[in-house]
C-alpha cells in the first residue's frame, strides 16, 4: 500500500517562528529571552515612574499602561514558542504573585500555532516506532484536525478497522526545552536574589514546580497512562466517555487514542439542534469535576470548552490529559480542618492551617494577615452559601493574596481556575446555573471526610474538635504558670511594634537625610561659584549639575515628607 501523500491544495501555514527551526543557536535564544526580561524590566520602571505620564499621574493612567504591557507580554510569549506559552499559562493561575491585569491577559494565551509539516510528523512515527506509516495504520490524513504549541492531532484508520486519532509531538520540543527551561532558571535566580522582588517569595521553588509540570507534559506515556486512570475512576458512569488508549500504537512522542467525536460544549446551538438539555449537561459537568476532585483525588487541570465535548448521547467527553492534578490524602484531612475554621469564622484556625497546607509562608507578625483572613471570612458568611460565586470567591482570595505571603499551591490554583471556568461553561449552557448549589451536597462529603454523607463522622468531628478544646483549658493552668516562671528567668522576650512610632521614626529619618542634602547642595553650589570666579567654567559647570541633581532629591524627599505628614 502506498504511502499517505499531501494533497496538492493543502497550504501549511509558515509563520517564521525562529524557536520552529530545526537549528537554531543557543546563544541566540538567551539573547532573544533576555531581551524580553530587560525590556519587562524597562517598561516596569517606566510604569511605576509618576514623572513619566504627561498631564499628572493617576492610577487610571497606571492600570491602562499595565493592560498595555500585560498584552504586550503574552503576544511576547507566543512569539518565544511552547516553553514560555507553557509557562504563560501557569503563571495565569498565579494570582498570589502578579497583578490581575497581567493573570487576566494571560489566561487568555491561546495554545495554538501553525502546524509543521506532514512530513516530519511522519519521521517522528517511524523513528519511534522503525516502521513506516502505512505499515501501522490503513489510513493516516495528512492534515492535522487540531494543532497546538506541543504538537498535533492527525486522524488515522488501524489496519483492524478502528478510527483512531494520532498526538505527535512537534519536533525539536525536548531540546528547546532544555535550552529554554536552563535559561529560565538563570531568571529565576536574578528574581530570587532581587531586593524587592525576591523578598517572601521562593522564585527558584516556582521554577521546580513549572520545570515537573512541563516534562510531565511533553511525555506523551505520562499522559496515556492519566488517561486510562481518569477512565478507570468514572467506570459505570455512562454519562462519561473517555478516549482508550492505543498502547502499540503509543510512545513518548506518539499518542494514539481512540476516535471519540462530538460536540463542542461550547456550541450551544448544535447541543439544541441534537436536542440535548443544555441545563442537564451544566449539572454534570459540575458533578463531573466534583467527583474527580473530591471522590478520586485526581483532576483534570485545565478543563477549558475545547477539552470537553458532548456525545449524540448526552455524555461528557474529555480530551488532553496532559496536565492533571492530584490531592493527597494528608491534605484532605487539613483540608477538613480549613473547612470547619471557615464555617466558624476563625481566622487563627484559617491560618494556622494555610501554613501547615504551605499557602500561607510563615511571618513574625501575622497580624495583618490574619486581619484580612478575617474580613474575607466575614464577607464571604454575608450571603447564603448556594448564592455565592466561584469567580467572586476566587477574586477575593487572590486580591488579598498578592504582595502578602500567601503562597497557593499549583494544585490549590488549578482547582480554583478549574472552577472558573466549569462556572462559566455551566453559565453559558444554563444562565440560572449556579455552581455553589450543585457543590452544596459534595461539601458535606468534604466535613465527613469520606465519599458519602455521614451525619455520624460528622458529629465525631465535632466531638473530636471538643475533647481538644478540653485538653487545652485543662493545660491552661499549667502553661500559665510556665509562663511566669520564664518571666522570673528573664526567658521571655516581648516585642512591641508601634505604628505610630514607626511613622515618627521615619520621619526622623527622611529629615535627617534632608538635612545632609540640604548641606551638599550648600557645598557645591559654593564650590561651583567659586571655580567661576577663578575661570574654571567647565569644571565649575560638573559641579553645579551635581548640585542640580541633588536639589532634585531634596525636593523629592521634601514632597515625601509632606505627603506622609498629611497621611498621620
Known sequence: MAAPKKPQNVVYQSKAYRWSRPNYSRNRRRIEIWNFVFRFLASLWYINKPWTYRGGFTEEKKAARRQRQAIWIRESLL???????????????????????????????????????????????????????????????????????????????????????????????????????????????????HPKWGRGRDWLGIYDECYKILYEEIDYINEGRNADTFRRNFRGKKWVKVPRVYWRYSSHRVLTLEYVPGIKISHYEALEAAGLDRKVLAQLGAEA??????????????????????????????????????????????????????AKKDAEQVVNTLIELEALAPMDDMGPVRR??????????????????????SDDLYAIAYDQPFRFPATFTFVMRAFSTLEGVGKGLDPEFNFMEVAKPFAMQIMSNGNSVDRNSIFNEIGRQAAQVGSTALGLPGRIEDSIEKLERGDIRIRVRSIETDRVLRRIGNVQMGTNLALLVSAFTLSATILLVNDKIWLALVVALVAIFLAGSLIRLMMRIERSDKMM
Open 372 to 393: 484580612s483572613i478575617q474580613y474575607i471570612l466575614d464577607h464571604l458568611m454575608d450571603s447564603p452559601f448556594e448564592e455565592q460565586s466561584v469567580n467572586a470567591i
Open 79 to 193: 512569539e518565544l514558542g511552547p516553553t514560555f506559552i507553557k509557562l504563560g499559562q501557569l503563571f495565569s493561575t498565579r494570582s498570589d504573585l502578579f497583578p490581575t491585569e497581567y493573570v487576566e491577559e494571560l489566561a487568555k494565551l491561546q495554545d495554538k500555532v501553525p502546524a509543521f509539516s506532514y512530513e516530519q510528523a511522519e519521521a517522528i512515527v517511524e523513528a519511534d516506532f522503525g516502521r513506516r506509516v502505512e505499515e501501522l495504520f490503513r489510513s493516516f490524513d495528512p492534515v492535522p484536525i487540531a494543532a497546538a504549541s506541543l504538537g498535533q492531532v492527525h486522524k488515522a484508520q488501524l489496519h483492524s478497522g478502528e478510527e483512531v486519532v494520532v498526538k505527535v509531538q512537534r519536533p525539536g520540543l525536548k531540546r528547546l526545552f532544555g535550552i529554554d527551561l536552563a535559561i529560565a532558571k538563570t531568571i529565576a535566580h536574578y528574581f530570587q536574589n
Open 289 to 342: 469535576y466534583l467527583r474527580q476532585l473530591l471522590n478520586h483525588g485526581f483532576f483534570h487541570a485545565d478543563p477549558h470548552p475545547g477539552n470537553i465535548a458532548v456525545s449524540p448521547e448526552g455524555a461528557l467527553i474529555f480530551y488532553d490529559f496532559g496536565m492533571m492534578g492530584r490531592i493527597r490524602t494528608d491534605v484532605r484531612v487539613k483540608l477538613l480542618d480549613l473547612f470547619f475554621g471557615i
